[in-house]
């Protein structure tokens, strides 16, 4: 088992990447706390925890480190994160992102968003180096370029 650690802030089309690659990596599987926080409120770790023990061969985790301040690194150990592909926007397309999207409320202010992708990188970069995997940052990528170095990351990584 190995999982890839999908990291970028709301909007960033990280659920868009995991969508695709699903259906380039044959029996991968999907997971994101905060969907996991939604369906199940507080029994979410139980289920996260229980659908992790179940050792599939490949995990698309879709991760946020822009809220918190935890030591994540024993987590992504727990989970086996082999990599972290850190998707980036530029700030003031985000905000049209956000914008166009009618189905979530999302922060539109420039300045916050610039801060947490600033603080989600910082942490993504620290995870990285206390754990020892690769850490790509994808900056305005499309969907198509994104899944190529993704699967460079799948296949050189763990």
């Not at 044959?26 to 996991?36: K, T």
């Not at 979410?44 to 023990?53: R, Y």
């Not at 610039?114 to 970069?125: F, G, I, S």
Request: aromatic content about 8%.
């Amino acid at each position: 088992m190995k999982s890839i650690k999908i990291i970028g802030i709301s909007g960033t089309g990280k659920s868009t990447l995991i969508k695709a690659a699903l259906a380039e990596f044959n029996g991968a599987v999907s997971l994101s706390f905060g969907e996991y926080l939604q369906k199940y409120g507080s029994t979410a770790t139980a289920h996260w925890d229980e659908a992790i023990a179940e050792q599939k061969k490949l995990y698309f985790i879709d991760e946020h480190l822009e809220y918190g301040a935890g030591d994540l690194s024993e987590t992504y150990i727990q989970e086996k994160t082999s990599a972290i592909l850190f998707l980036e926007v530029s700030p003031l397309a985000l905000i049209r992102r956000r914008a166009e999207d009618k189905t979530r409320v999302r922060d539109l202010d420039l300045l916050q968003v610039d801060r947490e992708q600033k603080l989600a990188w910082a942490r993504a970069k620290k995870i990285a180096q206390e754990i020892g995997v690769p850490l790509v940052r994808l900056k305005d990528s499309d969907v198509h370029s994104s899944i190529k170095e993704l699967k460079q990351l799948v296949q050189y990584s763990g």
